[in-house]
């Protein structure tokens, strides 16, 4: 650069600093840039795999008997209970479900038949009013007089003050059912009962304490004979 006549040429301490363009940052800076630095994506977290339920590793070295004895307490199917037992260990829960869903779907008409005569109709929650006692056993003895069995619904999927309903108007629309549908329906309904119960076996702690001994889990919360079981023919 030429100074112009009567200027003195400028000198190094005067030139004003510039900072280097973005895109000619070097190597060096660009290592020194934190992951939250504006324009750089965070790389995210591995998220942790979930512990799995408390009972799954009793249930998993539990005594053939003891393991056949707590899923009968679930589904009272003897072929059902065996293949659960037989194929063990499971890494997961969702390995269970689905092996308990693959031995349910496998029941024959006279195993399913068996299991059934296991479901007892549990009685309504306390404080009902008797109109509601009075119509649900007028429902269910209708119901068994016609299929020869016990009514099944499972009601994982409502709350406790919407069970009543669910049942009388289940009742009422399966009763047109001819008997091999409502056999169908029936086992399909069998099938889901006996999944939530053996998810709230696996996943409670009190009632996975079981395992190691051959005890008979009928009373324990989430299996058939307990009306406040979240999975129960009501």
């Known amino acids: 650069m030429r100074a112009s006549v009567g200027q003195r040429p400028p000198s190094a301490d005067s030139v004003a600093a510039h900072p280097p363009h973005p895109s000619r940052r070097s190597h060096s800076e660009e290592l020194t840039l ?23 590793d009793r249930f998993n070295a539990a005594p053939a008997d003891a393991a056949e004895s707590a899923l009968l307490a679930c589904c009272r199917s003897l072929r059902w209970a065996r293949r659960i037992a037989d194929t063990r260990p499971y890494p997961d829960l969702d390995a269970l479900l689905a092996a308990a869903d693959e031995a349910a779907y496998d029941l024959s008409r006279e195993e399913i038949a068996d299991a059934l005569t296991g479901e007892t109709p549990a009685g309504l929650r306390e404080g ?103 999975s129960v023919p009501v």
């Open 34 to 56: 934190s992951s939250e630095s504006p324009g750089r994506t965070a790389v995210p977290q591995q998220s942790r795999r979930p512990a799995p339920p408390v009972g799954l």
């Open 128 to 230: 009902a009013p008797a109109a509601a006692y009075t119509a649900l056993r007028a429902a269910h003895a209708a119901y068994e007089s016609s299929f020869g069995h016990a009514f099944v619904i499972c009601l994982d999927d409502f709350r406790p003050e919407e069970h009543l309903d669910q049942v009388l108007t289940g009742i009422r629309s399966r009763l047109g059912n001819e008997p091999d549908e409502e056999r169908v329906v029936a086992a399909d309904e069998l099938r889901r009962l006996a999944r939530g119960r053996l998810a709230h076996l696996i996943s409670d702690p009190q009632i996975a304490g079981a395992f190691t001994t051959n005890t008979d889990l009928a009373g324990h919360t989430g299996c058939p004979d307990r009306p406040d079981s979240p």
